[in-house]
């Protein structure tokens, strides 16, 4: 069983930085793809970046493209989402989720199997 737990969530000002985590366990690391998503109160949860472990390529929301990068650490079998220029709108729960056996980036959270428990987010203005 595939376990993720995300950490580094908390309060920020508006024009802040946070660096959110995801540490995978439970099987042998070889995941193809890893993302992060969001939801805010009273919306759909929406896609904010997604990585391939395989070979670094990356896709980010039109929404936080030039703010937020992906990246990941294969030795310690953890994905991060370093958030930047955080803006009030970006205050939601920031989930991780993971999908195998496709190379495919994908946006839509049906495409992801495993999922971690969420981290708050909250961006004052």
């Known amino acids: 069983q595939v376990q993720l737990v995300e950490t580094g969530g908390g309060l920020a000002q508006a024009g802040g930085s946070l660096r959110l985590s995801c540490v995978v366990s439970g099987r042998t690391f070889g995941t193809y793809i890893m993302g992060w998503f969001r939801q805010a109160p009273g919306k759909e949860r929406e896609f904010v970046s997604a990585i391939n472990w395989n070979d670094d390529r990356t896709l980010y929301a039109d929404s936080v493209k030039g703010r937020f990068t992906i990246s990941r650490d294969n030795d310690k079998n953890t994905m991060y989402l370093q958030m930047n220029s955080l803006k009030p709108e970006d205050t939601a729960v920031y989930y991780c989720?993971?999908?195998?056996?496709?190379?495919?980036?994908?946006?839509?959270?049906?495409?992801?199997?495993?999922w971690g428990q969420g981290t708050q987010v909250t961006v004052s203005s």
């Open positions: 989720a993971t999908r195998s056996g496709s190379s495919i980036l994908s946006p839509r959270p049906s495409a992801y199997i495993y």
